[in-house]
């Protein structure tokens, strides 16, 4: 054995610890999820109950493919604030083109088209003009919020079920438990951009230009294409989202979704995604949206004030990116 082997200073458990949640970052809050599972149950089982089962993966199809969209941009070191603004108005433009006889199919197809413009807009004002994506998100949250209201005239609208644009809250049965097609769809958006961003050249860029956009581009990278580009395949998502959320409550509310902004963002940092870019997986997203709904589900469950839901996401926020500022602090 060489003479610097045996003095090189072994590996601290701590080190080991912090090596592996670098290396994979949707591993702590898995844990947290099953030990949120378990606790829950055992306070009350009906918790793990199918039909339980069944409306906790429902409350988190549109969060949880929100936050898809939202993982697209905070890897590149941004944040969009307006997430739930542009769904929302995606929705209200599907649902009242479809309540005035327009097919549903052409509907939806020009809500997508909006989200993705909104979204388009959003890149453009970063990427072109170099606002801060803060600043520019907050602004066109309450542009696009000023405008859904303006278009709706504060009314909510009713879809008939068994249409294309109400298709996603159609139901599939195993037994007592329940998927709706809404659910199938963000579980697809998961599969498909884990893979987009581990095995394309799309996907490498993105991480590089979040880690470091400088070297990034100094190693043959489109740093301004690539974060652009995330903005708007993001919109894409937003749009599904939106077609989600219509089948979800079967018609369009200009009321709703009003903390998707916030959750989406929660359910990212809790998910492991770092704020300051380059570094998560999309699939700690959907874990970190089912870390939410199980802690709300269960809290309710238990018949704790609704007050001290909130007051634990925001621990577990807090605590997530105390978790991220150590593994990204600690060297190995």
């Not at 909510?156 to 199938?184: D, H, K, Y």
């Not at 009003?258 to 959907?286: K, M």
């Not at 809290?299 to 925001?314: E, S, T």
């Amino acid at each position: 054995m060489a003479v610097e082997e045996i003095l090189r200073p072994r590996p601290t458990i701590g080190r080991q610890v912090h090596g592996v949640l670098h290396r994979m970052p949707a591993l702590s809050p898995l844990v947290i999820l099953v030990v949120a599972c378990v606790v829950f149950t055992v306070a009350n089982p009906r918790f793990v109950r199918p039909e339980n089962l069944s409306i906790l993966l429902q409350q988190a199809a549109v969060v949880g493919s929100l936050a898809v969209g939202q993982t697209l941009v905070i890897l590149t070191a941004g944040i969009d604030l307006s997430v739930g603004a542009i769904m929302v108005m995606a929705t209200l433009v599907m649902g009242k083109l479809a309540t005035s006889g327009t097919p549903s199919a052409l509907a939806f197809g020009i809500g997508f088209v909006l989200a993705v413009f909104a979204a388009l807009v959003n890149g453009l004002l970063v990427t072109r003009i170099k606002l801060p994506p803060f600043i520019v998100t907050l602004g066109t949250l309450s542009i696009f919020t000023a405008i859904t209201l303006i278009y709706a005239h504060g009314q909510t609208m009713s879809l008939p079920s068994g249409t294309f644009l109400t298709w996603t809250g159609a139901t599939i049965s195993f037994g007592r438990f329940e998927l709706t097609i809404g659910v199938i769809m963000m579980l697809l958006l998961y599969a498909g951009f884990a893979y987009a961003l581990r095995q394309t050249a799309w996907g490498r860029h993105l991480y590089a230009t979040g880690d470091d956009p400088e070297a990034a581009r100094l190693a043959g990278v489109r740093t301004g294409r690539v974060l652009l580009s995330a903005y708007v395949v993001a919109g894409a998502v937003f749009g599904i989202a939106a077609w989600i959320l219509v089948g979800r409550i079967n018609g369009a509310d200009p009321n709703a979704g009003l903390n998707a902004n916030l959750e989406s963002i929660t359910a990212v940092v809790i998910g492991g995604t770092s704020l300051f870019g380059g570094r998560g997986a999309v699939v700690g997203s959907l874990i970190g949206a089912l870390i939410v709904q199980v802690f709300e589900n269960g809290l309710a469950l238990m018949r704790i004030d609704p007050n001290y839901q909130v007051l634990a996401v925001g621990v577990l926020v807090i605590a997530a990116v105390a978790a991220d500022q150590w593994i990204r602090r600690v060297k190995t």
